[in-house]
């Protein structure tokens, strides 16, 4: 079953944004904390919307996400931040169905798009979302600021 996300899924949703950061090696990079979860999520201008994957009454994937703008078309989109299922739920069906529950948001909502990055090395997912028909955006390259750079260039004037 997929299902929106309540406050009641903040601790298990937190928990498998953890997993998904040790899966992608980058698990000292994650500091996301359950208080900081619920703030974006349900707080009073709510910046994050997510979706929870349930069986047998745990959660056991999830889809957060954020509301872009395609200035080239006008109208809003989704931009997928995190989608992780537990790996012994794979294979049941649970990551297509929140992508099909995100694409219905986008075009119950009339946006035009839904995206999201995966990383290079991550194959499995790579032919899952192609299995999709989703196409790679290989002609754009993703830049970050973060950690000092973001300080240094916010400092300049």
């Known amino acids: 079953m997929i299902r929106r996300v309540t406050p009641e899924d903040v601790p298990a949703v937190t928990a498998l944004v953890y997993e ?4 992608e090696k980058a698990r000292h990079e994650c500091t996301v904390t359950e208080s900081q979860l619920t703030a974006a999520l349900f707080g009073e201008h709510p910046s994050v919307f997510g979706h929870v994957a349930v069986q047998d ?4 994937g999830t889809a957060l996400w954020f509301r872009n703008f395609s200035t080239w078309d006008g109208v809003h989109g989704i931009y997928l931040e995190d989608l992780y299922v537990k790996p012994e739920f794979r294979g049941g069906g649970h990551g297509k169905a929140l992508l099909a529950a995100l694409a219905r948001e ?52």
Do not use: M
């Open 20 to 23: 998904l950061a040790e899966y």
């Open 57 to 60: 009454g745990a959660v056991v």
């Open 106 to 157: 986008c075009t119950s909502q009339g946006y035009s798009r839904l995206s999201w990055s995966v990383l290079d090395w991550n194959a499995p997912s790579i032919a899952f979302y192609e299995s999709l028909d989703a196409k790679a955006q290989d002609e754009w390259t993703t830049y970050r600021l973060s950690g000092d750079a973001l300080a240094r260039l916010a400092g300049q004037s």
